[in-house]
């Protein structure tokens, strides 16, 4: 290394004697479109993964309901199909890829397979891989599927039926996609995995070198050539430049001396630097940082105070948005008046709220029986028009 320093310079260069060597320069951030946000945000991301994961395994295990009218139906081909979508996943399965897509991407598309006019199957389809067609008035007309450089386009029927389910999160300023919470904290999932990077290398490495080479010429006289200058830099640059290689013993010879110049992670608060952007990861996506273990969070009291909150204010209010972009586009297939719905009931985490529901329901004596039942969440039954006790 620096073996070049010993040969005789034909040409000196002017200036001081000094060659920093900095590992910061300019941040340098990844691609914000679907498959960089999927492979750095999600696959590469413990935190988003996490995130994820949860929220889509969450909402994806809440049951369906479906009503005509009033009425709870008990069993429905409509409520069949969103049981079993297809012959190859069931519904569980099936709604956690959408939910997992929604969160990732922020795009979630459903596709309906339908035969003589009504739908028989349901898949979704992966949004990297999908196009918004725009229409003459500017509303969605077709969505183009790309896979493997073939192109099929997906158009309405001949009763003006598009067989697609386009879900999108929130973009302030797109008329067709939406905002990925990934793409809102990718600067946060960026410096999370560059420190996990970092910290691999300084386990594989032992020793972190950064700051300043000084060198003086073989007659005390401080200089380099331009030739000299050039390669050092280059040298410096590719063993010794980026997370790879942070922290790799440096060999000095020649006349050159190393003068360390920055501040050690734990000076820097490298550790606090990070749990602050695993919290700021899951806060895009409504995670409570309490349920990822996430150091330094004490916004609830205990561990089922912030499960409730996730519960109500991440998973069900995405679960019934579903219900409702089910019931627009795909109830109609399948005749007037069906409406879907979520059974909240069947979730443990809810238990303590509900129970204290009914409890005061029950306390309610000014009430009737179907009153109850409709603030409860419970369609009408026979003879219940009547007080309670």
């Not at 942070?246 to 820097?268: F, H, I, N």
């Not at 105070?305 to 089910?326: D, G, I, K």
């Not at 059974?343 to 179907?370: C, H, I, M, P, Y």
Request: negative net charge.
């Amino acid at each position: 290394m620096f073996d070049f320093l010993r040969r005789t310079p034909p040409e000196k260069k002017s200036g001081a004697p000094l060659i920093a060597l900095s590992l910061q320069g300019r941040a340098r951030w990844s691609g914000r479109d679907t498959a960089s946000l999927a492979r750095i945000g999600v696959m590469k991301n413990a935190v988003g993964y996490a995130c994820v994961r949860k929220i889509a395994s969450a909402a994806a295990s809440v049951p369906w309901l479906l009503y005509d009218g009033a009425q709870e139906l008990e069993s429905h081909p409509l409520l069949a199909l969103l049981t079993r979508p297809n012959g190859s996943e069931d519904g569980a399965a099936l709604f956690e890829r959408w939910y997992a897509f929604l969160q990732s991407a922020g795009n979630a598309y459903l596709e309906s397979v339908t035969l003589e006019g009504v739908p028989r199957e349901l898949y979704v389809l992966r949004p990297d891989r999908m196009t918004v067609v725009p229409g003459a008035r500017g509303w969605p007309a077709a969505y183009d599927y790309s896979v493997d450089g073939q192109t099929t386009r997906i158009t309405r029927d001949a009763t003006g039926f598009l067989p697609v389910l386009h879900a999108t999160l929130f973009h302030p300023l797109d008329d067709y996609y939406g905002l990925s919470p990934l793409e809102v904290a990718g600067a946060a999932v960026e410096v999370h995995n560059a420190g996990a990077q970092w910290t691999k290398a300084l386990l594989d490495n032992a020793a972190r070198p950064s700051g300043a080479l000084i060198y003086k010429g073989p007659d005390g006289a401080p200089g380099l050539t331009d030739d000299q200058f050039g390669r050092l830099k280059r040298e410096l640059e590719d063993a010794y430049q980026g997370a790879a290689n942070a922290g790799r013993p440096m060999v000095l010879e020649g006349g050159l001396d190393w003068k360390a110049m920055s501040l050690s992670p734990s000076d820097m608060g490298f550790a606090d630097s990070r749990a602050a952007a695993a919290r700021e990861i899951a806060l895009a996506f409504g995670v409570p940082p309490m349920l990822l273990g996430i150091p330094g969070d004490n916004t609830f009291a205990n561990y089922a105070e912030a499960n409730l909150s996730f519960w109500r204010q991440a998973v069900l209010p995405l679960v019934a948005r579903t219900a409702a972009s089910l019931t627009r586009w795909l109830a109609p297939r399948f005749g007037e008046g069906l409406r879907i719905g979520y059974d909240a009931d069947a979730v443990d985490a809810l238990a303590e709220v509900r129970q204290g529901l009914w409890d005061k329901l029950n306390a309610a004596s000014f009430l009737t029986v179907n009153e109850k039942r409709a603030a409860a969440g419970y369609s009408p039954v026979e003879g219940g028009d009547m007080l309670d006790g």
